[in-house]
Every structure is written in C-alpha cells, then in structure tokens.
Antibody, heavy 117, light 107 residues
C-alpha cells in the first residue's frame, strides 16, 4: 500500500533552518510529484510547492523563494523540504503529499515544526 | 493567483441532514477542483477530484458538482464520522491554493 512517512517533530530557534523528510513506499517513487503543504495552528492549508521526483525540477510559491529548497534522493525514495531563516510564523505542521494527475491522493502524517526562542 | 472562497463556515448540522458546502474560484478553473476532509490531528484525505469524481474507498454519500467558478460538495445523509473540516483546492495552474475550510459541526 502507498505510504508517505515523515520525520519527527522539530523545535528550532528563529533564524535557524529545518529539513523535513518524506519517505515513500508502495509505489514507483520517480513516477509521481511530491508536494509540500503546511498548516499553522488553527489555520487552513497552505501550498508551498512541489518537486518532480524523477527530474528534480521544482515549483515554489513565490512567498518562500530564497528560503525553501526541495530535494529528493531516488535511491531511498525520499523527498526533503528545507526551510531556512525560520520565523515564529513558520510554526506549523508540514505535510508531504503525492500528486496523481493534478490531485493529492496520499499524504504523510505531518511534521510539527515549532519556532521558539 | 487564483483565490478560493468557501461558504458557509462553520456549518451546523445534524446526523441524517443533507449538507452542501460551496466553493468559488476567483477565475474560471474548468473542473480542476478537488475536495479534502480533515479531522483534528490528522492529515487531509482526498474525497473528490476533478470536481465530481469520487476517490476510491470514499462513501457514495459524498458528491461533487460544478465547473468554471462555482463548485459544491454535498453529503447526502450526514453520518457521525463526517463531522470534520472540508477544504476545496484548485489544480488549474500554479500556485495551487486551498479554500479557507468549512467546519461541519454538531447542531
């Protein structure tokens, strides 16, 4: 069965960086894009961008340009999202999700990133 | 960028009710519209894709309709496990975006 398993919760100080992993299983990793979506406490869903798991090509939301890097390691079927220069309002649950055609059909369990001094 | 607006929020309903959640796009998106359900502490779950196609394993009481700018998610007979927050999301162009969510709560 398709599974996306994310790395554990992180607590970071303002200005630091965080790298969240998303390990895929149950399907051919390079055949699907991986998207990243975040959700601040009590808020809605915010799309951050996606990576082509085959080519490595990326699309980022403009507001994160310069701070976000999405990568993948095809040898271990894992996608990564790194966010730098963390601010208090980056505190959120970060989700990875698989794209099938244009919809997000499988999601990771989420990774809580807390930015606190 | 395309903005997605949901209504109502919240929505108060009882078990057995027919429930409709609306979603409007700021420009035409054809049928590039998906619906997700999210329960507290859990990841979103895909319910409907391409405006009206039911995701495998999702109960048939869920239905989607619409095209262009106006869309709806209907639950034909609300069940206890359906109390949750629902999000629409367009996939017409980048950047993708979600509606603000509709919380379906007990009346």
């Amino acid at each position: 069965q398709v599974q996306l398993v994310q790395s554990g919760a992180e607590e970071k100080k303002p200005g630091a960086s965080v790298k969240v992993s998303c390990k895929a299983s149950g399907y051919t990793f390079i055949d699907y894009y991986i998207h990243w979506v975040r959700q601040a406490p009590g808020q809605g869903l915010e799309w951050m961008g996606r990576i082509n798991s085959n080519s490595g090509g990326r699309d980022y939301v403009q507001k994160f340009h310069g701070r976000i890097t999405m990568t993948r390691d095809t040898s271990i079927s894992t996608a990564y999202m790194e966010l730098s220069s963390l601010r208090y309002d980056d505190t959120a649950v970060y989700y990875c999700a698989r794209e099938t055609n244009t919809w997000l059909d499988y999601w990771g369990q989420g990774t809580l990133v807390t930015v606190s001094s | 960028d395309i903005q997605m607006t949901q209504s109502p929020s919240p929505l108060s309903a009882s078990v057995g009710d027919r429930v409709t959640i609306n979603c409007r796009a700021s420009q035409t998106i054809s049928t590039s519209l998906n619906w997700y359900q999210q329960k507290p502490g859990k990841a979103p779950k895909l319910l409907i894709y391409a405006a009206s196609s039911l995701q495998s394993g999702v109960p048939s009481r869920f239905g989607g309709s619409g095209s262009g700018t106006d869309f709806a998610l209907t639950i034909s007979s609300l069940q206890p496990e359906d109390f949750a927050t629902y999000y629409c999301q367009h996939s017409y162009s980048h950047p993708l975006s979600f509606g603000g969510g509709t919380k379906v709560e007990v009346k």
